[in-house]
């Protein structure tokens, strides 16, 4: 096939699944990483997925970064945005740096990403964008007006784009995930996590990162080609849209 996928945040979590099952189904796949040097040798290790260190929030690292995928790998055909953090706080604890954090990473990110791979997405027409949200853009959580705020944009951001690329074969949406068993999630509080949230959800149990990583898979294919605009809720039940 050929193609080249880029999975922000893609060393980790979600998005270690993400880039797995990408490399999987045929993809030369590069996976960026923000910080945890550890976690990403080891997943290169297992993996064989090359993971590249910079900071979405910042443009023009995206920008170099970028330059040294596409001479590693090629051009990149896929874009999955999916590196996230969490700066959770009820609002009046909430400070600005916990608030700039977030929108930094979470919405400003998608901007940094997709402005640098889309001119030449046009030019070859074809490509796909897929934008991990959150049940928590859709719903609002309390503790995260700033990770709500920011995945609610994510879902506009989707939106708009997805009527710009269409005519240039460029496709773009997004994923809401509900409570996926990763170390972000596993971080809330155990007694918040076992008697607030998981009751929440009818499935009676929190997601596998695999149940986003094969959504991921059929947004990109060619398959796909006529869904866009498209938010995709896994979530358990736990929201209906
Ligand atoms: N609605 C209304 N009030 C709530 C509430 C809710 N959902 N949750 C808590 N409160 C209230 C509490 O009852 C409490 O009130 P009192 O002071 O009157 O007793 C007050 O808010 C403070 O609650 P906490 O004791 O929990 O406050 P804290 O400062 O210890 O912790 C928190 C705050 C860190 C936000 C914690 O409540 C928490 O972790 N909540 C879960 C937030 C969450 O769901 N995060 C998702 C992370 S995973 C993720 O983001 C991935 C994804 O996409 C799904």
């Given at each position: 096939?050929?193609?080249v996928?880029l999975?922000?945040?893609?060393?980790?979590?979600?998005?270690?699944?993400?880039?797995?099952?990408?490399?999987?189904?045929?993809?030369?796949?590069?996976?960026?990483?923000?910080?945890?040097?550890?976690?990403?040798?080891?997943?290169?290790?297992?993996?064989?997925?090359?993971?590249?260190?910079?900071?979405?929030?910042?443009?023009?690292?995206?920008?170099?970064?970028?330059?040294?995928?596409?001479?590693?790998?090629?051009p990149v055909d896929?874009l999955?945005?999916?590196?996230?953090?969490?700066?959770?706080?009820?609002?009046?604890?909430?400070?600005?740096?916990?608030?700039?954090?977030?929108?930094?990473?979470?919405?400003?990110?998608?901007?940094?990403?997709?402005?640098?791979v889309?001119?030449?997405?046009?030019?070859?027409?074809?490509?796909?964008?897929?934008?991990?949200?959150?049940?928590?853009?859709?719903?609002?959580?309390?503790?995260?007006?700033?990770?709500?705020?920011?995945?609610?944009?994510?879902?506009?951001?989707?939106?708009?784009?997805?009527?710009?690329?269409?005519?240039?074969?460029?496709?773009?949406?997004?994923?809401?995930?509900?409570?996926?068993?990763?170390?972000?999630?596993?971080?809330?509080?155990?007694?918040?996590?076992?008697?607030?949230?998981?009751?929440?959800?009818?499935?009676?149990?929190?997601?596998?990162?695999?149940?986003?990583?094969?959504?991921?898979?059929?947004?990109?294919?060619?398959?796909?080609?006529?869904?866009?605009?498209?938010?995709?809720?896994?979530?358990?039940?736990?929201?209906?849209?």
């Amino acid at each position: 096939m050929g193609r080249v996928a880029l999975v922000t945040g893609g060393s980790r979590g979600i998005g270690a699944a993400i880039s797995s099952a990408l490399k999987e189904a045929g993809y030369a796949v590069a996976a960026t990483y923000a910080g945890n040097d550890e976690a990403a040798a080891k997943f290169t290790k297992e993996t064989g997925i090359r993971t590249y260190k910079f900071d979405v929030g910042d443009y023009e690292a995206c920008g170099a970064g970028i330059a040294r995928i596409a001479a590693d790998l090629g051009p990149v055909d896929v874009l999955v945005n999916n590196a996230g953090i969490t700066r959770d706080a009820m609002f009046h604890k909430m400070t600005p740096q916990m608030w700039k954090e977030v929108i930094d990473t979470n919405l400003t990110g998608l901007f940094n990403m997709t402005h640098q791979v889309w001119g030449g997405m046009r030019d070859r027409k074809f490509g796909r964008v897929i934008n991990i949200s959150s049940i928590n853009g859709q719903k609002g959580q309390a503790g995260q007006a700033n990770y709500s705020a920011a995945k609610a944009g994510d879902l506009g951001f989707t939106k708009a784009l997805a009527q710009e690329g269409a005519r240039a074969g460029i496709t773009v949406n997004a994923i809401c995930p509900g409570y996926i068993a990763t170390e972000m999630v596993k971080a809330i509080d155990e007694k918040v996590l076992t008697e607030r949230i998981i009751p929440q959800i009818p499935v009676g149990r929190l997601g596998e990162p695999e149940e986003i990583a094969r959504i991921v898979v059929f947004l990109a294919s060619d398959e796909a080609g006529f869904i866009t605009g498209s938010t995709v809720s896994a979530n358990g039940g736990q929201f209906f849209v």
